[in-house]
């Protein structure tokens, strides 16, 4: 019996490390197929261009624990950004003001999102997805889907370094790790995975499932429109292309990394980190090694197949 | 060589993550045979039936049905050894008619060029419930129904299968008491019928008026097996609980306490009508209804789950006045257990600790939660409740059902409430569990907490409740005081048949 029972224990330890195992794996193989790869560089260059995804995906992260999914955060994360970016450059407004309030217009978004699916009862799906084609209509009518470019006061930031990090890099890092510490050590964090985890359970608690939704619907839109400032001080425009698609990236990285899908399970660190890690080191490695644009897509299919399959087999050992 | 019975599953093991939930358990059955199956919760005989069932895959053993080796790894398998199991919340899709539901597996064979034929389907089906003894409309829409009725459906359809054996895994728990009748009688006539049924229950009453022989389970192992004629229930529950048990009875006198929650008036069209009750400290009171009669509404609609049409309710504060209480506010200062741990009790994907701390997470923080004293309090807990598991960390699904009870309890009296609401406090518990449980209830009792208690267990407010108030159609319709309890007399009032003093 003993025999029997320690190899399930060992398959399942192996299969709840999976992720890190892979990302291991990954590591060795780029390694191997590129030098450029495991260099000091471009451990830089890979953080720096995961911010994007990281910022959606630790809102989005408080999105699903709650046990609900905010289509909107891509197209959140253009809006605020375009809308600030137009009242800096054309007029004029003070750009640490815009800067500001980037994540504050996107938390108004997620506010409003919150408000119909808590308040109105809508459901949370389509409520987000419309609002991604409003909020993508508004932008392109105010843009006429002209790109815009940052003054030097926003580009600062990408310059100021830390520990040879850009700035807005190590900012986001320790804001990851502050909503960890609130998800973890604070009530409020342990009511909203108790809300994801058993919304009934939780309201004969007397908790308000209706207001720790509504909080994880405004962390999430707050998230995108600070990843719609942290891709103005990276890349010192707002593109057309900005945002485009990422409710279905980042919701597929954290969920990679670990973030249950049917709420009440995951963490901002290391789950989201380690998914949106995994997913942009993939997208690095294969432009490292010259891989076939287009292959890149089918590639980060397969893997997301390949760990939801290891998932499915953890929960049935 | 000794003589084969139809059904054999000799030494059969499975083994979950730190539990051998099945142990070398050998059972056997021969057509025409009503064959129990009793043990607490996690002895290891839904494991079994689930097995057969084809909805587990056991590690090792065999199964010989009709002689043959056979093996059986999912679903199909049983289905083609002609298992059905009748499950203990039936299995059924509630937005399709009776008949669908019926011959959902056979559907094909009424199909003729694409389309189903309807009119033969519904003719089918009332052939087969009418075999059951069913009066059930096969148009009907299956979640109009009631739990007994789609019961009856899951029968049909082990008849529509041939089934040969028919599992019933604890099948009364929520039927009503005619529908309990009927489905005994039912049971009688597939044994006439020349099928092995396998009947799983914690109920020894049940037991021993429907089965030929009864197998006793417990931690995994088969420990018994009893011809039920020569067996005595004293000989059954010591088998099963493996020592004696012992009946708890809350004997104190509560009449000179003060009034620590009053409701007036409380309505909600139509499940709660005009409900006017008091509870002293230190009361054990009984809500005692039929399933269906407004007596969990009742509790909802005080705690301001439901949204009541009117009503006040008054809680005593600190300086021991009555004072009007919202429900939301109510719900944060008192405890409620709710009848059904699955859907909104437990957290099931949560550890043990973080379970127990739910309900009072102020009381751990400082500043930030102090996630060492969680734990502490939660291994106190489990020490004091007596909840098996190896620590405080083992997540909440795992357990089982009456260390699930127990972790609910747990969490409720952590919060050290004045008043308790307790919705079902044993069911899907055994007797070993249940009898601690009725312990915990006297105690907080005892301590000055206010108890409100729905249970349908008569035996339950015989032996626990200072006062029972009879709920029907959603209003209370009479009070019996503790020394006027009796089992004809509660079944009388709740069901009408007897007038008492009207409620004052």
């Known amino acids: ?317 | 060589m000794e003589k084969r019975m139809y059904f054999e599953a000799r030494n059969l093991h499975k083994y979950y993550p730190g539990v051998h939930a099945l142990n070398n358990v050998t059972i056997v059955a021969d057509k025409g045979e009503v064959l129990g199956i009793i043990g607490i919760n996690g002895a290891g005989k839904s494991t079994f039936m689930n097995a057969l069932a084809g909805e587990i895959c056991i590690d090792k053993g065999t199964y010989y049905i009709d002689g043959k080796e056979t093996i059986i790894r999912n679903q199909n398998d049983s289905g083609k050894c002609r298992i059905a199991l009748i499950h203990q919340e039936a299995v059924v899709f509630k937005d399709m008619t009776v008949a669908e539901n019926i011959f959902i597996y056979n559907l094909n064979k009424y199909t003729k060029a694409g389309r189903i034929q309807y009119k033969r389907l519904f003719e089918d089906a009332s052939k087969y419930l009418s075999m059951i003894g069913a009066d059930i409309d096969p148009k009907e829409i299956v979640k109009n129904i009631t739990i007994g009725e789609k019961q009856m459906i899951e029968i049909a359809r082990a008849l529509v299968r041939d089934a040969e054996i028919v599992l019933f895994d604890e099948p009364t728990s929520s039927l009503s008491l005619d529908e309990k009748e009927n489905l005994f009688r039912i049971i009688g006539e597939l044994k006439q019928k020349n099928k092995i049924v396998m009947y799983i229950t914690h109920f020894i009453d049940e037991i021993m008026r429907i089965c030929d022989r009864t197998v006793v389970m417990r931690d995994g192992c088969v420990t018994g097996e009893f011809l039920n004629e020569d067996v005595t229930t004293k000989e059954l529950v010591t088998g099963i609980a493996g020592q004696e048990v012992e009946t708890i009875v809350n004997a104190t006198d509560k009449r000179d306490k003060e009034i620590v929650l009053k409701v007036e008036n409380l309505n909600c069209y139509p499940v709660v009508r005009n409900v006017n009750f008091a509870v002293k400290k230190g009361e054990i009171l009984g809500l005692w209804g039929l399933l269906g009669s407004g007596r969990t509404e009742i509790v909802r609609n005080i705690l301001a789950l439901d949204k009541p049409d009117s009503g006040i309710v008054y809680k005593r504060n600190n300086k021991g006045i009555l004072e009007k209480i919202s429900g939301h506010k109510l719900l944060e200062e008192c405890a409620y257990v709710t009848e059904d741990r699955h859907l909104d009790g437990l957290f099931m994907q949560m550890p043990i600790w973080k379970n127990i701390s739910m309900a009072n997470l102020k009381k751990f923080e400082h500043f930030i939660m102090d996630e060492q004293k969680e734990r502490d309090y939660a291994l106190q807990m489990i020490n004091e409740m007596q909840i098996k598991a190896s620590d405080e960390n083992v997540l909440v699904e795992t357990l089982s059902g009456r260390n699930q009870q127990k972790v609910v309890m747990a969490r409720s009296i952590g919060k050290n409430p004045d008043i308790f609401f307790i919705d079902e406090p044993t069911r899907g518990v055994d007797i070993n569990a249940k009898s601690f449980i009725h312990k915990k209830i006297v105690e907080l009792a005892e301590c000055g907490c206010a108890i409100v208690m729905i249970s349908s267990e008569l035996e339950e407010n015989l032996n626990l409740c200072d006062r029972v108030l009879i709920v029907r159609n959603g209003e209370i319709v009479a009070e019996v005081a503790k020394k006027d309890i009796s089992k004809q007399k509660l079944m009388d009032l709740c069901q009408g048949i007897r007038e008492e003093v009207k409620y004052e």
């Not at chain 1, 942290?230 to 945002?243: F, H, P, Q």
């Not at chain 1, 080191?281 to 644009?293: K, P, Q, S, V, Y």
Request: proline letters at 2%.
């Open chain 1, 1 to 317: 019996m003993n025999r029997e029972v320690k190899i399930k224990n060992m398959k399942l330890a192996a299969l709840n490390n999976a992720v890190y195992i892979f990302g291991i794996l990954i590591i060795a193989v780029f390694s191997v197929m590129s030098p450029y790869f495991f260099t000091v560089t471009n451990a830089t260059s890979i953080l720096r261009a995961s911010t994007l995804m990281l910022s959606i995906g630790i809102g989005m992260t408080f999105a699903l624990i709650v046990g609900e999914l905010d289509l909107s955060v891509g197209a959140n994360c253009r809006f605020s950004a375009s809308v600030c970016a137009l009242l800096m450059v054309n007029y004029k407004w003070n750009p640490y003001l815009c800067m500001i309030m980037m994540p504050i217009l996107g938390g108004l978004v997620g506010l409003v999102n919150g408000i119909l699916v808590t308040r109105v009862k809508l459901n949370a799906w389509l409520v987000t997805l419309s609002m991604k084609l409003a909020l993508v209509g508004i932008v392109v009518k105010l843009t006429n889907t002209v790109a815009i470019n940052m003054p030097q006061e926003v580009l600062q930031f990408r310059n100021f370094k830390i520990f040879g990090l850009s700035s807005f890099i190590v900012f986001i890092l320790v804001v990851m790790l502050i909503m960890q510490f609130v998800l973890k050590y604070t009530t409020f964090g342990r009511k909203i995975v108790a809300v994801g985890s058993n919304p009934n359970a939780a309201s004969k608690l007397g908790l308000s499932v209706k207001n720790y939704k509504l909080a994880a619907f405004t962390i999430s839109g707050i998230f995108a429109g600070l990843g719609g400032m942290l891709i103005c001080i990276n890349l010192g425009s707002v593109t057309r292309e900005l945002g485009d698609g990422y409710e279905f990236t980042a919701v597929a990285a954290i969920v990679l990394g670990g973030v249950s899908l049917a709420g009440g399970e995951g963490s901002v660190f290391p789950k989201a980190f380690i998914g949106v890690l995994i997913l942009t080191m993939i997208e690095n490695g294969l432009t490292m090694i010259g891989a076939d644009i287009y292959v890149f897509q089918i590639a980060k299919a397969l893997i997301i197949f390949v760990m939801m399959y290891i998932d499915s087999k953890k929960n049935k050992i």
